[in-house]
């Protein structure tokens, strides 16, 4: 699995409740939400965003509720990849489940930049950032999780017979 992308960078306990305020949760319309993905936190976010851009985080990325939309609308936006110092539990178990890539790596997360250019080979572990020329390493995806990720999500693993 390999992603390369312009970062868009964020600090650290971004909740879901700025990820996808809840006045927008009674739509499951996967624009809907990303029209309102970050508007909380950075109302320029949903007119820069572009489709495969990778974005970086902080600490405790994705805390707070355990509400699903939150990672839907982050993938539904065009973001390919989130890269965080850490993240909260369920989000990081429902990102997978809705097939959107996320990695913890503490020092890629602090020194990438907002509007660099980072490539990622979650395969082999290893997160380049372009810009600067810098080179990280991180746990490479298990393969259940890299056939739930391609496969655009739990569900659709399952539907597809790619996982049990």
């Known amino acids: 699995m390999k992603y390369t992308g312009n970062v868009i960078?964020?600090?650290?306990?971004?909740?879901?409740?700025?990820?996808i305020p809840a006045r927008y949760l009674n739509t499951s319309d996967h624009a809907e939400l990303a029209s309102h993905c970050?508007?909380?936190?950075?109302?320029?976010?949903v007119n820069r965003v572009k489709i495969g851009d990778i974005m970086a985080a902080g600490q405790n990325f994705?805390?707070?509720?355990?509400?699903e939309h939150a990672p839907i609308a982050i993938k539904a936006s065009?973001?390919?990849?989130?890269?965080?110092?850490?993240?909260a539990r369920i989000f990081y178990?429902?990102?997978?489940?809705?097939?959107?890539?996320?990695?913890?790596?503490?020092?890629?997360?602090?020194?990438?930049?907002e509007g660099d250019i980072v490539e990622a080979d979650l395969d082999?572990?290893?997160i380049r950032n372009i810009?600067?020329?810098?080179?990280y390493t991180?746990?490479?995806?298990?393969?259940?999780?890299?056939?739930?990720?391609?496969?655009?999500?739990?569900?659709?693993?399952?539907?597809?017979?790619v996982i049990e």
Not at 9 to 19: A, S
Not at 131 to 135: D, I, Q, R, S, Y
């Open 78 to 87: 065009g973001i390919s990849l989130v890269i965080a110092k850490s993240f």
């Open 38 to 45: 970050m508007e909380d936190i950075d109302k320029t976010f």
């Open 131 to 135: 810009t600067t020329g810098k080179e």
């Open 9 to 19: 960078k964020y600090g650290d306990n971004v909740d879901t409740d700025v990820i």
């Open 138 to 161: 991180t746990a490479p995806f298990p393969e259940f999780i890299q056939k739930i990720i391609a496969n655009g999500g739990l569900m659709d693993s399952i539907a597809k017979g």
């Open 62 to 67: 994705g805390c707070g509720s355990s509400r």
């Open 93 to 113: 178990r429902n990102a997978i489940n809705i097939g959107l890539a996320i990695v913890e790596c503490p020092e890629a997360a602090e020194e990438i930049s």
């Open 124 to 126: 082999n572990g290893i």
